[in-house]
């Protein structure tokens, strides 16, 4: 599969390419070759500009804060490591994730109803 992806990006490579070519030949026969060239210089910097500008507020954008399970999760991997190598370990895992699917099942049901959803009051 990502071998077929990088064969379509380099084939779109090669078709950009073959579209700047002929959009200098174009350019060259109606204001010369100096000017065809430096207009596809420039649109080529603008577009990188462009390009850089979307990264950087991608980059600098705010995370949304991740979900509290996952977070537990990547705290308690050490100690569950050490944990399920120990005999008595299987019974404290079994004991924690029943604790752990309580606690979301009682979430779940506990929370109510959200601003979004339709109630019935009839």
């Known amino acids: 599969m990502t071998g077929l992806f ?12 073959y579209a700047l070519d002929a959009l200098h030949i174009v350019l060259a026969e109606r204001y010369g070759a100096t000017a065809a060239s430096l207009w596809i210089a ?4 603008v577009t990188a500009v462009l390009a850089l500008c979307i990264a950087l507020y991608v980059k600098n954008r705010p995370r949304p804060p991740r979900p509290v399970a996952a977070t537990a999760a990547l705290a308690a991997a050490p100690l569950a490591a050490k944990v399920l190598t120990s005999r008595t ?18 979430r779940q049901i506990f929370a109510g109803t959200s601003e979004g959803e339709d109630t019935d009051e009839a």
């Open 42 to 45: 420039g649109g080529l910097a």
């Open 6 to 17: 990088a064969l379509a990006a380099l084939l779109l490579v090669c078709a950009c390419g």
């Open 89 to 106: 370990g299987w019974r404290i895992v079994a004991l924690a994730g029943i604790g752990v699917i309580g606690t979301i099942l009682g």
